[in-house]
């Protein structure tokens, strides 16, 4: 199963990939490099399946749990002054997805959303510390029983140029329903409240609507 983000990439990835292995069975006359080129254009393919791909999975929903929103690495676990919502402290953990990651975001708590933005920016590394700040990115923020407000923070890296964000303030969601999408992109950081207990470590594998971040 693919993420309907992928459909459009997926076809015109299918229609190059077919015209190119016709032309070269027309035009690359030495069958070995001819075998190579279509081998090439087919590992392409499968990369970009790969990228889209919308696994089924049992979800964890749970009222008192915050789940990662994305699969990946956690990265960072600090205390930070969140500058665009709060102005105050906050528990921040960070996951990086690499390229071969789902790359779907998920919501991380139920609730309601209370704030949703975009911001255009650069494309430094994921990992790069200024990237939550400097970086495209969108921040939705969803009010929740538990937890009080939960940020969230889509993040583009060098890799990315779009970021896909269904959030809409006043819209009522669901733990682990979809959030948005990043292509080919990067990183997710979540703000917590200081008394949240994280249940996770640095360099921790994740998965999004499974793993749990932190608890009440």
Do not use: C
């Not at 089924?56 to 749970?62: A, G, I, S, T, Y």
């Amino acid at each position: 199963m693919f993420h309907k983000e992928g459909f459009k990439i997926i076809f015109i990835a299918l229609v190059i990939v077919i015209g190119l292995s016709l032309l070269a069975n027309v035009f690359v006359g030495d069958q070995t490099i001819r075998g190579g080129v279509i081998i090439s254009l087919i590992i392409i393919l499968l990369l970009v399946l790969q990228f889209f791909r919308n696994p089924k999975r049992n979800f964890l929903v749970h009222p008192d749990y915050v789940l990662s929103s994305v699969d990946g690495k956690v990265v960072v676990i600090e205390e930070v002054f969140e500058n665009e919502y709060f102005n105050d402290k906050r528990l921040q953990v960070s996951v990086f997805m690499s390229p071969i990651n789902v790359h779907i975001t998920r919501y991380p708590v139920s609730g309601k959303v209370v704030y949703s933005k975009y911001h255009p920016g650069k494309y430094l590394v994921a990992w790069h510390p200024k990237s939550s700040e400097e970086n495209e990115r969108t921040t939705v923020v969803v009010k929740n029983d538990a937890f009080g407000d939960v940020l969230f923070r889509q993040i583009a890296g060098a890799m990315a140029r779009r970021i896909v964000n269904y959030a809409e303030v006043n819209q009522e969601v669901e733990q682990t329903s979809d959030s948005g999408f990043i292509k080919f992109g990067s990183r997710v950081d979540i703000f917590l409240p200081l008394d949240a207990k994280i249940k996770v470590a640095l360099n921790q594998k994740v998965k999004g609507g499974i793993s749990i971040i932190a608890e009440k």
